[in-house]
């Protein structure tokens, strides 16, 4: 994959969407996105308030890391301010792309299968990407950005390095003398093609991003913690390093790298002034023009006020604005003048990509569609998905539509109603020589 590719935006994605990180605000009120879930649904309680609750153990790992949810893997300390996740080494000698990935699922009887990042992964977790995005939230930060590209006018693109609140990642770990040691993450790693090893350094919270199904795309890829610049990783390195496979600049250290299995826990501490960090905000324009903020429906009037906070707290605040293709061009337009009133000028609009059929507006329209259907059932046995199926899903989403019009036409209807009655009144108490027609 293009390099240039790999850090500038997600791919467009469809199907069943997991479950969708929505608050990245400060703890508690901006965390209530994390109904995590089991299932990857919406459905459930917030898994911050769950882990807040049950997890602030911050004892030494014991034994190999086992099957379970995010709440059995990932615990908040919030006294000493830090993340713990519960791993396992995956790689002791191998070109490394993750620090830590998303462990492969386990079957009926235990078995694993081995996770799509494992081969490149020095350690690795049953905890969701989107937990330890959730725990860090908890702990007041926001969200950074990625590495990308970025063309300054007249000039060639120029590679922009991770930015965001600054983190300090350790593992802890019991050798087979029963002894308990805390290492910087860094010393597990040799600088690739040397045996150095590799120079101590911090880390950054990116925190990922959303597909156009509305999954976060770590959850989606497994990446937790980056050594190569992925736009997908909740966690990376704070400079340049390649993702290519041949120009790899990370690799485990075979000297001190327990063996594949120990048990190992990831320590993440926010450094000092991290809550003040450059910051990302997210917000969506959806097909009828309203806007969110982070993923929480937000009145156009409420926008300034909620960006003057953030440019108040953060030394800089970019924002992305993810637009409907079906929004008009004054949604986009109103948006961006909210947005530079308020001070906020670092802004990118990208167009989602539709993950839904849109529907006739003509009746010639309606006619070709039916004329396509009857055809499809027509021809179902020689098709290799069946359109019983695909137009069941079609209805649902006539009916969700149905009802998003039928709310916009109640809402108008109530204001015609009381503008009518306004203008009444009004007339009702002018002179007569003052009426108007």
Known sequence: M???????????????????????????????????GVAGAWAG?????QTAKTTARTGPATGAATRGNALKSLRIDLKRRRVIVSASVAQEKAMLEFLLCTAGPADAQGKRAPGPKEHESLLKTDAKPSSVHAALLALGLRRGRPARWITPQGKEPVFAPPQGPLLEISLRWTDKQGATHVIPATDWLIEAGTKRRAK?????????????????????DGHHIGVANFAASVIDVPFESSDKKALLEFAA???????????????????????????RV???????????????????????????????????????VRLDPRALVYDRERLAAILAHAGLTDVTFRMRGLTEDLMPRTPEQAVKAIAWWKEQFAQAKELLSDPGQDAAVVLKLIAKRRKQLRATNELWGDYEVQLAKLLADYRAKAKPDEKKD
């Open 2 to 36: 293009n390099r240039r590719q790999q850090v500038t935006k997600p791919p467009h994605r469809t199907g069943n969407a997991h479950a969708r990180l929505r608050g990245l605000g400060q703890w508690p009120t901006g965390c209530r996105w994390l109904a995590l």
């Open 45 to 49: 309680a917030s898994l911050l308030a």
């Open 200 to 220: 101590p350094f911090r880390w950054v919270f990116v925190g990922s991003n959303f597909l156009d199904s509305g999954a976060y795309w770590a959850d989606a």
């Open 253 to 279: 250290n075979p000297k001190v790298v327990p063996d594949r299995g120990t048990a190992v826990e990831v320590i993440i501490t926010p450094v000092q002034g991290a809550e003040t960090a450059p910051a």
């Open 282 to 320: 997210a917000f969506g324009v959806d097909a009828f023009g309203r806007i969110d903020l982070e993923g929480d429906p937000v009145a156009p009037s409420e926008i300034a006020g909620a960006v003057k906070k953030l440019l108040a707290r953060h030394a800089r605040c970019s924002a992305e």
